[in-house]
Nanobody, 125 residues
């Protein structure tokens, strides 16, 4: 089992920044590929970003490329999502997810085995 706890959400004006964190426990963190997904009201949960076990490979959804950065600190069992130049359409609940054993990075929800409870990010215009 893997437990994931997100933090760092909040309310920010358009153009601002937020940094989300996700603390993991229960498995060897460096054996997990980690991803961020988001779900806006009335919409399906969608992929945002994913990072490989060692952190060398990342992949982003097109609308966040150049604005969001996923990173991880394996010594702290934590993955981050730095969100810059935020837009109102980024408003959503953001979920952290873990893929075990995570040999390859994937943008597909079905490939992730563990999920956090989510943190709300709201961007006002």
């Amino acid at each position: 089992q893997v437990q994931l706890v997100e933090s760092g959400g909040g309310l920010v004006q358009a153009g601002g920044s937020l940094r989300l964190s996700c603390a993991a426990s229960g498995r060897i963190f460096s054996n997990l590929a980690m991803g961020w997904f988001r779900q806006a009201p009335g919409k399906e949960r969608e992929f945002v970003a994913v990072i490989s076990r060692g952190g060398s490979n990342t992949y982003y959804e097109d609308s966040v490329k150049g604005r969001f950065t996923i990173s991880r600190d394996n010594a702290k069992n934590t993955v981050y999502l730095q969100m810059n130049s935020l837009k109102p359409e980024d408003t959503a609940v953001y979920y952290c997810a873990a893929d075990s054993p995570g040999w390859y990075i994937s943008p597909n929800k079905a490939d992730f085995d563990y999920w956090g409870q989510g943190t709300q990010a709201t961007v006002s215009s």
